[in-house]
């Protein structure tokens, strides 16, 4: 065993046991989350999550979708945390922030058109939806086409130091929502029915998102980036993390009861392959052109990377317009201002990426 | 010009990516116009009902209700059947009417017209597969999930898939699998 280890970390260089330990705690306790109270096939969502603290916060008035999820707060503090005590945190940013704010925004519209972020979507898959197939191509592809302009120069301009106050932003404002979630005050809403209405105790959520927060701060692990990687440089370290995610949840999923096979009767999903191709398409390529997916984003700005906080901000945005606006798909299907708003983002993401080369 | 924008153009990738951009804006446009097309043949408002959404009735409307409920009570079916539908001429979205088409043509055995309005019910009142809910259908274990497994068993047989339309009703019933499957909306 010792051998095979050794001979592991040897053959793929960059490998080291936070990538391991992040994947094995994301497969095992994002299925567990489910187990303990999330709904189901949502152990961990960012576009879900982010959609609950929009509503909670009154960006959206869909009353079954409100709640403030103590797992993104974790993700954030944990990352902020073990940055802050291993010295990472470090204020930076000034990289064209009006366009991450809308690459973040367009990452989560392409999520609400397929119901979930890359993450749940390999959760999906890990559950036995296959219906997450046809979405798992759309990011691979989304992701693929990103990276020929990334080969071609693609650029959003340089990063610097910047004054510390900007970086502690949006891990404040996660000590904001902490305090909503424990006191809840008036102006806040929680949802008494429907999705929003569905979680774990606060104390374990809290306590499951430090930890997922903590270990892919130091791992870096990220769907997008893995994939990145891979097509990019060969760089396998990153993707055994995600293989063992995958691996691990869907030990967990059989163990709980929750593994089931199919297409037709998988919770939160609809049957619109083409259109869960088109959104996680352009989660993929905006998620590229940005550096990480939405969950990698969330934990960039924890470390106070302020370009990360500001595309955090765009997601929240999006979590909200998806609900007023009519984008977000349901178990019935898309809907058709989310198709628009999916092209949308697709020409916004072609554009950009021709117009911002070096 | 002078050249300024010729690095637009220049790679296979460049001219790949204009072409992405022209077929989606394209799609945009029939999209549009096919939306348009269709909301115009219907003469329904293109905005759909949002999950959860808080509905007044008209007074007409609370009336019918009553009285259709009355009817359902009494088993009279086919009147019931009159009043849902005279129920949605005044207000097309009210999922109650769906409700009581729906278990009206469940009684008169007639699954493809009870699925379709089973599932047009609970896309516009999904309080109807809500545990936490006062109207959820679950608590009478005679009702939806029974009815649901017995389509799903009919939907593999050839009697069914012969009969035309059958996709439209298939649908329903995946969808309606999928709602009580629980997760996300």
């Not at chain 1, 929680?190 to 105790?201: F, K, N």
């Not at chain 2, 990516?17 to 799609?27: G, H, L, N």
């Not at chain 2, 408002?45 to 259709?68: F, I, Q, Y």
Request: charged letters at 20%; one cysteine or more.
């Amino acid at each position: 065993m010792k051998h095979f280890i050794k001979k592991t970390f040897e053959s793929i260089p960059g490998l080291n046991w936070s990538i391991i330990l992040s994947g094995i705690a994301f497969g095992v306790l994002g299925v567990m989350l489910v187990q303990w109270g999330n709904p189901k096939n949502t152990g961990v969502c960012v576009s879900c999550f982010l959609e609950g603290i929009s509503g909670s916060i009154g960006l959206h008035s869909n009353n079954r979708m409100m709640y403030i999820r103590p797992e993104i707060i974790g993700f954030v503090l944990g990352a902020f945390l073990l940055a802050f005590v291993t010295k990472d945190f470090r204020s930076v940013g000034g990289s064209s922030p009006m366009t991450r704010f809308l690459l973040g925004f367009f990452t989560i519209v392409g999520s609400a058109v397929f119901m979930g972020c890359p993450i749940k979507l390999l959760f999906r898959l890990s559950a036995g939806d296959l219906t997450g197939l046809a979405a798992l191509l759309g990011l691979v592809a989304g992701v693929w086409v990103g990276i020929l302009f990334m080969r071609e120069g693609f650029y959003l301009g340089d990063e610097a130091p910047m004054n510390k106050m900007n970086a502690w932003i949006i891990p404040l404002l996660m000590v904001l929502f902490l305090i909503f979630v424990v006191v809840t005050p008036f102006f806040i809403t929680e949802s008494t029915r429907g999705p929003g209405a569905v979680y774990a105790p606060l104390w374990i959520a809290l306590t499951v998102g430090l930890v997922l927060g903590a270990l892919t701060q130091r791992s870096r692990f990220c769907i997008v980036g893995s994939l990145r990687n891979y097509l990019l440089a060969n760089d396998k370290s990153l993707m055994v993390g995600i293989v063992l995610m995958i691996v691990f949840a869907i030990i967990t999923s059989i163990a709980t009861g929750q593994f089931h096979m199919g297409m037709n009767d998988q919770p939160g999903s609809h049957l619109s392959h083409e259109w869960s191709f088109m959104g996680m398409f352009l989660t993929g390529f905006a998620s590229v052109l940005l550096g990480g997916c939405p969950y990698r984003q969330l934990i960039l700005a924890g470390e106070g990377n302020v370009d990360s906080g500001v595309a955090t901000l765009g997601m929240i945005v999006a979590a909200g317009v998806v609900h007023s606006w009519y984008l977000a798909s349901s178990t019935a299907g898309p809907t058709f201002n989310g198709k628009i708003a999916v092209l949308v983002g697709i020409v916004f993401c072609f554009v950009l990426s021709l117009t911002n080369r070096e | 010009m002078d050249g300024k924008w010729d690095y637009l153009w220049e790679s296979w990738l460049d001219k790949a990516s204009w072409m992405a951009v022209i077929v989606c804006m394209a799609v945009m446009g029939v999209m549009f116009y096919t939306h348009h097309q269709e909301v115009k043949a219907s003469g329904k408002v293109s905005s759909p009902a949002h999950a959860g959404e808080v509905r007044r009735r008209s007074n007409k409307v609370e009336a019918l209700l009553k009285e259709t409920k009355g009817l359902y009570k009494q088993k009279k079916y086919d009147e019931t059947i009159k009043k849902a539908k005279q129920m949605l001429s005044l207000d097309a979205k009210e999922p109650f009417a769906y409700l009581y088409l729906a278990r009206a043509y469940r009684a008169q055995d007639n699954l493809e017209q009870g699925i379709v309005n089973y599932s047009e019910a609970i896309k516009l009142h999904p309080d109807f597969v809500d545990r936490k809910s006062e109207d959820f259908l679950g608590r009478s274990k005679k009702e939806l999930k029974p009815y649901v497994d017995k389509a799903i068993i009919y939907s593999k047989k050839k009697e069914f898939r012969s009969k035309p339309g059958y996709k439209k009703v298939l649908k329903h019933i995946y969808y309606l699998q999928r709602r009580m499957a629980g997760g996300c909306e």
